[in-house]
C-alpha cells in the first residue's frame, strides 16, 4: 500500500533535545488513527530516526499491516489545511462503541485487544470483540462495567480445543481493571465463565451471551466465511487428533460443528434479550443449513 503523499517540504534537521519524545497519551501501540485524506492505521510506537536523533512516530496501516511507517513525530500530527479548515494529519480514531470502556485505561484496552491478534486465530480474533461492541452500540444496548469487561475479556485466552479458555480469560480480569470494585469484577467474571455453556447465571450474562452468539445470525456468505476461520484456527489440531487430511478433514470438522451447532438448537431460544430477538431466525437457517451440508457431506 502507498502512503497517501502530502505534498509537504522535506523537515529541516532535528536540533533539539533527542530526549523530548512526543508526550501525546495516545500515541501508544494499536492505537488507531486515521490520516486526513481517510487512511486507517495503528501506531506501533514512538522512536528516534539514528542520524540525528530527531522523534519520529512508527505506524502500519491497517489494510497492510505487514509493512512499517515513520514520520517525524512533529509532522505526524500538525495541522492540515483542508476545504474543511484546519486539520490534525493523523487523528486518533477511537471507537466510539468503546465508549463503555472509558473507565479503563486505553492502554489497557488495547493490550487485551492486542492479544487477539495472534496467526493463528482466525475467528476467536479482535474483528469478533470489536463486532461484539460495535453491535451493543448499534442496537442501543447500554453495557455496564462488567458486561463490558466480560466482552473485552471473555476470548482474552484461546487454545483450540482448551478446556479452559474461560476459566484463564475470567482469571485475567482482575489484572485488567485492578481498581474497579470487587462486586464488578467478580460478576465480569462470571459472564465469561457462562460463555462456556451459554447458559446465564448472573444479572447482564444474557446480553453478552446474545454478542457473543451474534455471528451465527450473519448473512450465508459471512456465516461460511466464519466456518472457515473456526476450520482454520482447529485444522491442525483436529489433523493429529484424527490422523485426517484434505476433504476428509474437512468433511469431519463440518460434522463436529453440525453436531455443536444441532446441540444448540435444541434450545426454545438462541437469543435471550429483546434487542437480539430478530437475530434468532436467521440463525436457526444457517445452522440448519450447515447441518444440512454436513449429512450430505457424509452421504
Not at 27 to 40: E, F, S
Not at 59 to 83: C, G, I
Not at 122 to 149: N, P, S, T
Request: net charge negative; hydrophobic share 45%.
Amino acid at each position: 500500500m502507498t502512503q497517501p503523499p502530502d505534498n509537504a517540504a522535506a523537515a529541516p534537521a532535528f536540533h533539539g533535545d533527542p530526549s523530548e519524545l512526543p508526550a501525546d497519551p495516545d500515541l501508544v501501540y494499536g492505537m488507531p488513527y486515521r490520516h486526513y485524506k481517510g487512511g486507517a492505521y495503528t501506531a506501533v510506537g514512538i522512536g528516534r530516526f539514528e542520524a540525528d536523533l530527531a522523534p519520529v512516530v512508527v505506524y502500519r496501516a491497517m489494510r497492510d499491516p505487514s509493512l512499517l511507517w515513520v514520520r517525524r513525530a512533529n509532522v505526524f500530527s500538525e495541522p492540515v489545511a483542508t476545504p474543511q479548515g484546519a486539520v490534525p494529519r493523523f487523528a486518533p480514531d477511537w471507537p466510539a462503541a468503546l465508549a463503555c470502556l472509558d473507565f479503563l485505561p486505553r492502554q489497557a484496552v488495547l493490550d487485551v485487544l492486542s492479544l487477539h491478534d495472534t496467526p493463528y486465530r482466525r475467528y476467536h480474533d479482535r474483528r469478533h470483540i470489536l463486532e461484539m461492541f460495535e453491535a451493543a452500540h448499534a442496537r442501543g444496548v447500554a453495557l455496564d462495567r462488567a458486561q463490558a469487561l466480560a466482552v473485552l475479556c471473555h476470548d482474552a485466552v484461546y487454545v483450540a480445543g482448551c478446556e479452559h479458555n474461560e476459566a484463564a480469560s475470567a482469571a485475567m480480569i482482575d489484572s485488567v481493571a485492578p481498581d474497579e470494585a470487587r462486586a464488578v469484577l467478580e460478576r465480569a467474571a462470571q459472564i465469561v465463565l457462562d460463555t462456556r455453556g451459554h447458559r446465564p447465571s448472573c444479572a447482564g450474562a444474557d446480553t453478552v451471551l446474545d454478542l457473543d452468539l451474534l455471528r451465527l445470525a450473519a448473512p450465508p456468505d459471512v456465516f461460511d466465511s466464519h466456518s472457515q476461520d473456526v476450520f482454520a484456527e482447529n485444522r491442525a489440531l483436529l489433523a493429529a487428533r484424527t490422523g485426517l487430511q484434505g476433504d476428509a478433514l474437512w468433511a469431519e470438522f463440518m460434522r463436529r460443528r453440525a453436531a455443536f451447532l444441532s446441540q444448540l438448537a435444541r434450545r426454545p431460544q438462541l437469543f435471550l434479550t429483546a434487542p437480539f430477538a430478530d437475530c434468532e431466525a436467521p440463525a436457526r437457517a444457517n445452522i440448519a443449513r450447515s447441518v444440512a451440508a454436513a449429512e450430505a457431506a457424509g452421504d
